[in-house]
T-cell receptor
Framework: DAGVIQSPRHEVTEMGQEVTLRCKPISGHDYLFWYRQTMMRGLELLIYFNNNVPIDDSGMPEDRFSAKMPNASFSTLKIQPSEPRDSAVYFC???????????FGNGTRLTVT | EDKVVQSPLSLVVHEGDTVTLNCSYEVTNFRSLLWYKQEKKAPTFLFMLTSSGIEKKSGRLSSILDKKELFSILNITATQTGDSAVYLCAVLRGTTSGTYKYIFGTGTRLKVLA
């Protein structure tokens, strides 16, 4: 079991650029989550998918953020255009069932200058 | 509004000490409470608690839930420097639309000195 795999590990970009974060969930897990972690706000849920379908995107900050899950083994979180306040660690997590523990990837540390 | 509050915010102890971390919550449609350990990278799962009064144990770590008083504690005995981490509490709640949602606390930062 390779765990949840995220890429890139670090991303440094300039304000206004497009950023794409990638995630491969654990095989067989039906649920995929995107979280953002900052010192001020802790872990915040952005969006989650069940069987590749977005279920709750109420945590997506604004239209600059979008997420897709084209198949069971891949998801992307895109920010366009990026802003300095988007700087944070973005975690992807997956779970087997809706009430199972979350398994987190190692995160992508995003810095927008 | 749903709340998960952890205390203390941070803690410094010496190896061999015993620590107790607290998590209180106010959420609707409670399903379960989970503890995670976060070192430099991903939070890793420790315990899931759904019933009051039943202690979960793993080595030097243990946890218990009180659903009447709406809190949980995580105990670590004989602490080691490897226990240094942020400990996160999360509550899983149901929603009116039939979905589930995790609410995370902001964590307790534990530092264990040699």
């Amino acid at each position: 079991d390779a765990g949840v795999i995220q890429s890139p590990r670090h991303e440094v970009t300039e304000m206004g650029q497009e950023v794409t974060l990638r995630c491969k969930p654990i095989s067989g897990h039906d649920y995929l989550f995107w979280y953002r972690q900052t010192m001020m706000r802790g872990l915040e849920l952005l969006i989650y998918f069940n069987n590749n379908v977005p279920i709750d995107d109420s945590g997506m900050p604004e239209d600059r953020f979008s997420a897709k899950m084209p198949n069971a083994s891949f998801s992307t979180l895109k920010i366009q255009p990026s802003e300095p306040r988007d700087s944070a660690v973005y975690f992807c997590a997956s779970s087997l069932y809706r009430d199972s523990p979350l398994h987190f990837g190692n995160g992508t540390r995003l810095t927008v200058t | 509004e749903d709340k998960v509050v952890q205390s203390p915010l941070s803690l410094v102890v010496h190896e061999g000490d015993t620590v107790t971390l607290n998590c209180s919550y106010e959420v609707t449609n409670f399903r379960s409470l989970l503890w995670y350990k976060q070192e430099k990278k991903a939070p890793t799962f420790l315990f899931m608690l759904t019933s009051s009064g039943i202690e979960k144990k793993s080595g030097r770590l243990s946890s218990i839930l009180d659903k009447k008083e709406l809190f949980s504690i995580l105990n670590i005995t004989a602490t080691q420097t490897g226990d240094s981490a942020v400990y996160l509490c999360a509550v899983l709640r149901g929603t009116t639309s039939g979905t589930y949602k995790y609410i995370f606390g902001t964590g307790t930062r534990l530092k264990v000195l040699a």
